[in-house]
């Protein structure tokens, strides 16, 4: 047996607490788009009620055959291009969504046969519209401890599939789409600062899809019932994104010494225009400090934060250096905020 004096172990941990960057993003927005006017036909809507109400004109909704795995393995391909890395570079791979491709695998390990990144280990991160910044979070505590050097953290959902398409109040306002982050430690100054997550499950009940799982399984008179699909209760779900969302990044701000003014761009949930203008208010940010798209693509969940913050990064609204903050809600409820030196 070893004594003390004679082992020469390697401590894997020894590097703990390295700055960890977002190395490349990409994303991916199915082929086919319903506008307003579409939704028009289908139940009784209009393009002006949608439009004032939520900032939408359109969503991208995913082909029959194209589950959540297919798309989120594109953004990962995109995202891997940009960060200049390989397949078998990736550690570790960590997928959001409230709609996987099914209830197990996970749809990390579908993605991971899709891009060949056999290194990996993989799992599913449940955080409904919340989730990619807890999975964010996630990748980065493993490679700050140096549990991994390379995660890919993926935000994709086929929300079109668990919608009912006769519900007005909920089936205008969300899309299909995946995005992507390749998380690294490249020896930035700061980095991902910091990420405030937090939950309140007594109000789950507010927003969920009751159906499918173990309390209530899938039978011929639950889905007669519609409880495959989400429900919503749409103004109490406001009321609590806005207090939620700014409280998160206030409290974000507060941990990293940092004043709203010393931000460049705010990338929130896209979930609705009105949220953010009211986060806006709250904060003190003017609207243009916010980059939104949720125009061109509805809500769609946990792809929404990452989808945005891709689009931002190409089109040049955030630049190196910048002070970016990330903030998102959703079902649970659920909410996080992240300040991010990109
Ligand atoms: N078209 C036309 N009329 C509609 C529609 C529609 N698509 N949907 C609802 N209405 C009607 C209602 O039936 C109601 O009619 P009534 O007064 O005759 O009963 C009227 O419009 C007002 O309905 P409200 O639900 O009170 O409308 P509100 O102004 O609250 O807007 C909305 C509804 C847009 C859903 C709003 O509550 C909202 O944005 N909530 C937040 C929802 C959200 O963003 N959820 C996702 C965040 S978390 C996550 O991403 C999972």
């Given at each position: 047996m070893n004594t003390e004096a004679s082992r020469t172990l390697i401590n894997p941990r020894s590097s703990s607490t390295r700055t960890v960057s977002i190395a490349g993003t990409g994303c991916y927005a199915p082929e086919r788009v319903m506008?307003?006017?579409?939704?028009?036909?289908?139940?009784?809507?209009?393009?002006e009620w949608i439009?004032?109400?939520?900032?939408?004109?359109?969503?991208?909704?995913?082909?029959?055959?194209?589950?959540?795995?297919?798309?989120?393995?594109?953004?990962?391909?995109?995202?891997m291009k940009e960060a200049g890395i390989e397949?078998?570079?990736?550690?570790?791979?960590?997928?959001?969504?409230?709609?996987?491709?099914?209830?197990?695998?996970?749809?990390?390990?579908?993605?991971?046969?899709?891009?060949?990144?056999?290194?990996?280990?993989c799992m599913d991160l449940s955080a409904a519209c919340s989730g990619f910044l807890y999975a964010m979070e996630v990748g980065q505590q493993f490679i700050s401890t140096a549990s991994a050097d390379t995660v890919l953290v993926i935000g994709a959902e086929k929300m079109s599939s668990v919608l009912d398409?006769?519900?007005r109040s909920t089936c205008v306002l969300f899309g299909d789409g995946a995005g992507a982050a390749v998380l690294q430690s490249r020896g930035a100054e700061y980095g991902i600062m910091t990420t405030v997550l937090g939950s309140?499950?007594?109000?789950?009940?507010?927003?969920?899809?009751?159906?499918?799982?173990s309390r209530n399984p899938l039978t011929a008179e639950s889905l007669e019932e519609g409880m495959n699909t989400l429900r919503m209760a749409g103004r109490e779900v406001f009321k609590h994104a806005v207090?939620?969302?700014?409280?998160?990044?206030?409290e974000a701000l507060r941990r990293c010494g940092a004043s709203i003014d010393d931000v460049d761009c705010i990338?929130?949930?896209?979930?609705?225009?009105r949220?953010?203008?009211?986060?806006?208010?709250?904060?003190?940010?003017?609207?243009?400090?916010?980059?939104?798209?949720?125009?061109?693509?509805?809500?769609?969940?946990?792809?929404s934060i990452i989808m945005a913050l891709d689009e931002a990064v190409r089109n040049g609204r955030i630049k190196n250096n910048d002070l970016v903050l990330l903030v998102v809600f959703g079902g649970g409820f659920t909410w996080a905020a992240s300040l991010v030196e990109w």
């Open positions: 506008t307003n006017a579409d939704l028009e036909r289908l139940v009784d809507t209009s393009d439009y004032t109400r939520t900032g939408i004109r359109q969503r991208h909704i995913a082909a029959q055959d194209e589950a959540t795995s297919d798309m989120a393995a594109e953004a990962a391909r995109r995202a397949a078998d570079d990736i550690d570790m791979i960590v997928v959001a969504t409230c709609t996987p491709d099914m209830f197990f695998p996970s749809t990390a390990c579908f993605v991971q046969k899709q891009i060949g990144a056999s290194r990996a280990f398409w006769r519900d309140n499950g007594n109000l789950s009940d507010l927003l969920s899809i009751p159906g499918g799982g207090t939620s969302m700014s409280n998160a990044v206030l990338i929130p949930h896209q979930a609705n225009a949220i953010i203008q009211a986060i806006g208010q709250r904060v003190g940010a003017p609207i243009e400090k916010f980059y939104l798209n949720v125009d061109r693509f509805g809500n769609t969940s946990a792809a």
